[in-house]
């Protein structure tokens, strides 16, 4: 018999104590050890990441006469899925796919598997939230009551017991098995709740070794916590091949796919999508996107950005208000708040403008995340614009990353930014003055070259007042 022992498990990294500890030595987090007992499986038993059969010997030989295996896909229908995918699912490979509760996972893949079945491959969707009644009327107001193509192969399994979920999974011999979600899978003969982390250790390890022994794709769901605690698929990403995050605001229409992790494709991927009363739509950027036809407004500027291989025309907005000396609020959202921290700091030290009495909210339009610096000069304006009530040329976008002096650098994928721009009809676009060279055949756009942050503050102009504004009453002048 196997002989047992008694380690203990981090629920924040995953990482093994041989003893119990108040801080877990790895990541710090206090009080997150929690004990698990392993059965002591014999040396190379089990071959997890190896493409071999389990037990199976394996040689060393030189990477130039190793084979280049053509790596298969398997499309899954959805094509904003497929290229975070990296173009779709791998047979074989585990997936796990994190995100907020109630964010759409569920709907996402079971709109991906209705996809695969129409397309005549068997899948499984194992629920352990739901019933297989709660998912045929998911489905149905997904698809409509009309899916007998689909009923055929889509099969259904609500069951929490993992042995029995595997079992069922041998029987249907599905292409793609989802298991909505890991949280709620237990093994019985592990002592622990479903959910802890050495259930979800355990559970992940045998869907994992499901998936390379079988061919079958694994599909796990997470959810995440706030704080990523209880939830643990931060202790499932080393053992898959493939981490997705479903980001975004629930309260927003608006949602992102994103690749963390991805053996078979880029990271930089980003799928789009939009949460209507009939499932998840693909969302076409364009309709993200900045109009540089309207009239320009303070605090509002468009910066071409990039969002994996794509470049989207965002509009980046900010809004400064009146807060205390010492204690003025800072908030962004859909950009980073270090940066816009930093941001703040260049513009006041080398561009003259004083915003330390000032709240500031700076925001993505229409729930994007612009998490790259080329979008540095277009904050730095927007809060400058929204501070000095002044706004910039018609049709007007700009990109660069600032530095800590105010210089402004060169942003990557230069020619891919102007020529999205150009398309949506931007006419001027400030870039940094190292890359004021850059032409993109056929686009009439004008490149205004900036060098520092002081510079480009000049393009700012007064305001026209707007009808309404004018006899609006005028705010008291503050006397100290
Ligand atoms: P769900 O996919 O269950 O989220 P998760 O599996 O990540 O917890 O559903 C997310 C939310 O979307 C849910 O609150 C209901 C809503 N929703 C729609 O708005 N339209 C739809 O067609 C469906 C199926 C769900
Ligand atoms: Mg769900």
């Given at each position: 018999m196997a002989k047992q022992r008694t380690q203990f498990l981090c629920g924040q990294c995953g990482a093994v104590q041989p003893?119990?500890?108040?801080?877990?030595?790895?990541?710090?987090?206090?009080?997150?050890?929690?004990?698990?007992?392993?059965?002591?499986?014999?040396?190379?038993?089990?071959?997890?990441?190896?493409?071999t059969a389990p037990g199976a010997t394996a040689v060393a030989e030189p990477l130039g006469q190793v084979q280049a295996a053509r790596v298969p896909r398997l499309p899954t229908g959805v094509p904003e899925f497929d290229r975070v995918l990296g173009g779709g699912f791998v047979p074989g490979s585990a997936v796990l796919l994190g995100g907020d509760p109630g964010i759409g996972k569920s709907t996402l893949l079971l709109q991906a598997l209705a996809a695969l079945a129409d397309a005549g491959t068997p899948v499984l969707y194992a629920s352990s939230e739901e019933s297989a009644h709660q998912v045929r009327l998911r489905a149905e107001r997904l698809h409509g009551a009309e899916l007998p193509a689909r009923n055929e192969r889509l099969w259904v399994l609500s069951e929490t017991n993992l042995a029995r979920l595997l079992e069922q999974a041998r029987r249907v011999q599905p292409a793609v098995l989802?298991?909505?979600?890991?949280?709620?899978?237990h093994r019985v003969d592990v002592d622990a709740v479903p959910g802890s982390a050495s259930q979800l250790r355990r559970c992940a390890l045998d869907l994992v070794a499901f998936a390379k022994t079988s061919g079958c794709v694994v599909v796990i769901v997470g959810h995440v916590t706030k704080d990523g605690v209880l939830a643990g698929p931060r202790l499932l990403e080393h053992l898959?091949?493939?981490?997705?995050?479903?980001?975004?605001?629930?309260?927003?229409?608006?949602?992102?796919?994103?690749?963390?992790?991805?053996?078979?494709?880029?990271?930089?991927?980003?799928g789009l999508f939009e949460m209507t009363g009939g499932g998840l739509q693909q969302v076409d950027e364009s309709t993200l996107a900045a109009d540089p036809s309207l009239a320009p407004r303070?605090?509002?500027?468009?910066?071409?950005?990039l969002a994996g291989s794509r470049c989207l025309l965002a509009e980046v907005q900010a809004l400064t208000a009146t807060g205390i000396l010492g204690g003025a609020?800072?908030?962004?959202?859909?950009?980073?708040?270090?940066?816009?921290?930093?941001?703040?700091?260049?513009?006041?030290?080398?561009a003259g403008l004083r915003l330390a009495d000032q709240d500031v909210y700076a925001s993505a339009a229409g729930g994007v995340k612009l998490h790259e610096?080329?979008?540095?000069?277009?904050?730095?304006?927007?809060?400058?614009?929204?501070?000095?009530?002044?706004?910039?040329?018609?049709?007007?976008?700009?990109?660069?990353?600032?530095?800590?002096?105010?210089?402004?650098?060169?942003?990557?994928?230069l020619e891919q930014r102007i020529a999205a721009a150009a398309r949506r009809g931007v006419r001027l676009l400030a870039v940094p003055a190292g890359q004021a060279n850059a032409r993109v055949s056929g686009t009439k756009i004008e490149l205004c070259p900036v060098d520092h942050l002081s510079r480009a503050i000049e393009f700012l102009q007064p305001a026209r007042p707007q009808t309404g504004v004018k006899n609006a009453p005028r705010p008291k002048q503050s006397t100290n």
């Amino acid at each position: 018999m196997a002989k047992q022992r008694t380690q203990f498990l981090c629920g924040q990294c995953g990482a093994v104590q041989p003893k119990w500890m108040g801080k877990c030595p790895d990541c710090g987090a206090w009080d997150a050890l929690e004990q698990f007992v392993e059965a002591k499986v014999a040396a190379g038993a089990v071959n997890l990441g190896a493409e071999t059969a389990p037990g199976a010997t394996a040689v060393a030989e030189p990477l130039g006469q190793v084979q280049a295996a053509r790596v298969p896909r398997l499309p899954t229908g959805v094509p904003e899925f497929d290229r975070v995918l990296g173009g779709g699912f791998v047979p074989g490979s585990a997936v796990l796919l994190g995100g907020d509760p109630g964010i759409g996972k569920s709907t996402l893949l079971l709109q991906a598997l209705a996809a695969l079945a129409d397309a005549g491959t068997p899948v499984l969707y194992a629920s352990s939230e739901e019933s297989a009644h709660q998912v045929r009327l998911r489905a149905e107001r997904l698809h409509g009551a009309e899916l007998p193509a689909r009923n055929e192969r889509l099969w259904v399994l609500s069951e929490t017991n993992l042995a029995r979920l595997l079992e069922q999974a041998r029987r249907v011999q599905p292409a793609v098995l989802v298991v909505d979600s890991i949280q709620l899978v237990h093994r019985v003969d592990v002592d622990a709740v479903p959910g802890s982390a050495s259930q979800l250790r355990r559970c992940a390890l045998d869907l994992v070794a499901f998936a390379k022994t079988s061919g079958c794709v694994v599909v796990i769901v997470g959810h995440v916590t706030k704080d990523g605690v209880l939830a643990g698929p931060r202790l499932l990403e080393h053992l898959v091949d493939v981490v997705l995050s479903f980001e975004g605001d629930r309260h927003h229409a608006h949602r992102g796919v994103r690749a963390i992790k991805n053996r078979f494709g880029s990271t930089f991927e980003v799928g789009l999508f939009e949460m209507t009363g009939g499932g998840l739509q693909q969302v076409d950027e364009s309709t993200l996107a900045a109009d540089p036809s309207l009239a320009p407004r303070p605090g509002s500027v468009a910066v071409p950005a990039l969002a994996g291989s794509r470049c989207l025309l965002a509009e980046v907005q900010a809004l400064t208000a009146t807060g205390i000396l010492g204690g003025a609020k800072r908030k962004a959202s859909g950009l980073d708040g270090n940066r816009l921290a930093m941001l703040l700091a260049v513009l006041e030290q080398h561009a003259g403008l004083r915003l330390a009495d000032q709240d500031v909210y700076a925001s993505a339009a229409g729930g994007v995340k612009l998490h790259e610096p080329g979008t540095d000069l277009a904050v730095a304006l927007a809060v400058a614009g929204a501070r000095m009530g002044r706004t910039l040329p018609p049709a007007f976008a700009a990109v660069g990353e600032v530095g800590l002096t105010g210089q402004l650098r060169p942003c990557a994928h230069l020619e891919q930014r102007i020529a999205a721009a150009a398309r949506r009809g931007v006419r001027l676009l400030a870039v940094p003055a190292g890359q004021a060279n850059a032409r993109v055949s056929g686009t009439k756009i004008e490149l205004c070259p900036v060098d520092h942050l002081s510079r480009a503050i000049e393009f700012l102009q007064p305001a026209r007042p707007q009808t309404g504004v004018k006899n609006a009453p005028r705010p008291k002048q503050s006397t100290n």
